[in-house]
């Protein structure tokens, strides 16, 4: 609210003044006579928010009207002295409800609204995500805050699973391969026609599996073509290096059984020279790839190996070997199990331990070695008190 005030001769002429500044809508808050003189004081309401321009005007001449009653009940007699302190009054109290006025408005005007920046905008994003990977973690911990009890009954009701699983689907039990292996002899267990890669952790027996093929091969047919090679490391080496690896003690003595046989023996570098190995005897020829260890390392590597080559894999797996190598091969190259060669199982600690853990873990047996006359015996009691004969 903002007030102007009109000096003129007489009334009309202030009056005239005041609506042609400002239409006849003015709001004339007082007129005084000041000496010969007449003053007119108009209100013009700046702030169109808030109350209504007929609230204010309304209220603040109602408190002037009252305020002029009380100081100057008859204006014609006042002298100058007196008309000075009634306009000092008079200008005091127009401020006062004014500021009133400005007050109430300024009340119900809600304040202003700004966006947020970009960096305020990615600092609450970093705060949510953060707060979104401790609630994450916290369910987690509470996941596998398991108890001992929880996580072995958690574990047999998956091992019985997948056995009946695999009993469904037609699922041999490895007691009963191990018993069908043993009554045949080395040559006769699998077909060992085409190309053979036999692959092994150090200590498997894989360089003794290949040395007893190579002699029960030969023993039972003079006819057939059999090619022995070994497959060294495939990480790249040194010359040197290189040439050490392929004279290793094992891979000498199996050469050294190809000479007294007279068979074929090559030492293959990499995949290249294995292929052009494969390219002249793989059509008519038995073969018999040794490899090295370090080929269960690369599974992308080895599974390249075996897809461009057609050549059939077999693991070796010592039956006095720790049965937690059975489960980190599930996990790195679960298709390797399903053609398993059980080796030493003269010095096989639990012939249930071991059948258990390879029927977890979904094993094949394309082969059996080491097995002595009296755990033949001991299969056949095992293998009747798990499937016994029907009366």
């Known amino acids: 609210m903002e007030l102007k005030r009109f000096v003129a001769a007489d009334s009309k002429s202030a009056m005239e003044q005041v609506r042609a500044n400002y239409g006849e809508d003015a709001l004339i808050i007082s007129t005084t006579k000041v000496g010969n003189k007449t003053e007119m004081i108009c209100a013009i309401d700046l702030a169109a928010e808030g109350r209504s321009l007929e609230e204010d005007a309304s209220t603040m001449a109602n408190r002037l009207n009252r305020k002029a009653t009380e100081v100057a009940p008859d204006s014609a007699s006042k002298t100058p002295t007196a ?8 200008t005091q109290e127009l401020g006062r409800a004014i ?9 119900v005007v809600p304040p ?3 966006a947020p920046s970009k960096n305020e905008m990615q600092e609450m994003m970093q705060t949510i995500q953060g707060e979104l990977a401790d609630l994450r973690a916290s369910l987690e911990r509470q996941a596998n805050a398991q108890t001992p009890l929880q996580r072995a009954q958690a574990a047999v009701t998956a091992f019985n699973e997948q056995v009946s699983q695999r009993t469904a689907e037609g699922y041999e039990p490895m007691s009963t391969q191990i018993h069908r292996l043993q009554q045949a002899s080395l040559s006769e267990q699998g077909d060992w026609q085409g190309k053979h890669l036999i692959l092994g952790r150090p200590g498997a027996g894989k360089t003794t599996v290949v040395a007893e093929l190579i002699s029960v091969l030969t023993a039972a047919s003079k006819e057939d073509k059999l090619v022995i090679v070994h497959l060294s490391n495939p990480a790249p080496l040194a010359s040197a290096a290189r040439k050490k690896a392929l004279l290793t003690a094992n891979n000498v003595s199996v050469a050294s059984l190809c000479q007294r046989l007279d068979i074929p023996f090559f030492s293959a570098s990499d995949e290249a ?12 020829h038995q073969i018999i790839i040794d490899s090295s260890a370090a080929w269960l390392e690369d599974d992308e590597r080895l599974m390249s190996l075996i897809t461009e080559h057609h050549v059939l894999p077999h693991l070796c797996f010592a039956a006095d070997c720790s049965l937690m190598v059975l489960e980190t091969m599930r996990q790195s190259m679960p298709w390797l199990l399903s053609n398993i060669i059980l080796t030493r199982m003269d010095l096989m600690p639990d012939f249930d331990s071991l059948c ?18 009296a755990q033949l015996e001991a299969g056949d009691e095992v293998l009747e008190t798990t499937h016994p004969a029907e009366e």
Do not use: H
């Not at 302190?85 to 008079?90: I, L």
């Not at 258990?356 to 006359?373: E, F, N, R, Y």
């Open 112 to 114: 202003p609204v700004t």
């Open 83 to 90: 008309d000075n302190q009634a306009k000092g009054n008079f």
């Open 273 to 284: 020279m294995l292929g052009r190995i494969l390219s002249l005897y793989g059509d008519d």
């Open 99 to 107: 500021g009133d006025g400005d007050n109430q408005t300024r009340d």
């Open 356 to 373: 258990s853990a390879l029927d977890v873990v979904g094993g094949k047996l394309s082969a059996l070695t080491g097995t002595s006359p």
